[in-house]
């Protein structure tokens, strides 16, 4: 099967297996839209429906980021500032405040609830700063989703398993998950 053909089965909204209140497809990129690389044409998108039909469960959430930031030293502060710029520069993070949501999507900002996002400091790795995003009231709106798949130690118990001398296991950080 050609990708174009397995593209076409994916067009339309259909139900996420594991959350059957979520929908999927894939659709052609706007001329306007950021492209991860050149010769992308199409992106996926996901529907997340809300709960008690848009109504806010939880009313207010606590910023509690800015003690934590406080609490960087200045070259920590600006190495979390530095990944954060990374993130929007490479187009996954937005700042709603600068750039509003185009007219694709169809809610307001004034909809969404706030994703805090604080440092986490990693000593001894190449990122010792890392944005953490708390998004507990969001998905506190949203259905119910859940993983099919093994759990942790079964995976990791399959792995040891089938290991062979010279395999080798790769792992990605969130960064590199976007599109990579």
């Known amino acids: 099967m050609s990708v174009d053909a ?6 339309n909204w259909q139900s996420v297996n594991s959350a059957p209140d979520y929908k999927m497809r894939v659709r052609e990129l706007d001329d306007d839209e950021d492209r991860d690389v050149p010769q992308q ?3 996926f998108e996901l529907s997340i429906p809300m709960k008690e039909n848009g109504k ?3 009313q207010q959430q606590y910023d509690y ?7 960087l030293k200045p070259e920590e502060r600006e190495n979390y500032k530095n ?3 990374g993130y929007i520069r490479a187009g996954y993070w937005q700042d709603l405040e600068v750039s509003p949501l185009p007219r694709r999507y169809n809610c307001a900002i004034s909809d969404l609830l706030p994703v805090v996002v604080f440092p986490v ?3 001894g790795r190449h990122t010792r700063i890392r944005p953490c995003a708390d998004a507990r009231g969001a998905n506190e709106q ?3 989703a859940s993983y099919r798949g093994g759990c942790i130690s079964s995976i990791l118990q399959h792995i ?3 290991w062979r001398e010279g395999f080798c296991v790769h792992t990605r950080d969130v960064k590199k998950a976007f599109y990579k």
């Not at 980021?65 to 609490?71: L, T």
């Open 56 to 58: 806010k469960i939880r």
């Open 6 to 11: 397995a593209i076409d089965k994916l067009k």
């Open 160 to 162: 040891m398993i089938g």
């Open 142 to 144: 949203s259905p119910r």
């Open 121 to 123: 400091k990693q000593e």
């Open 83 to 85: 990944e954060i710029d």
């Open 65 to 71: 980021s800015g003690a934590m930031i406080g609490k």
């Open 41 to 43: 044409r199409y992106c």
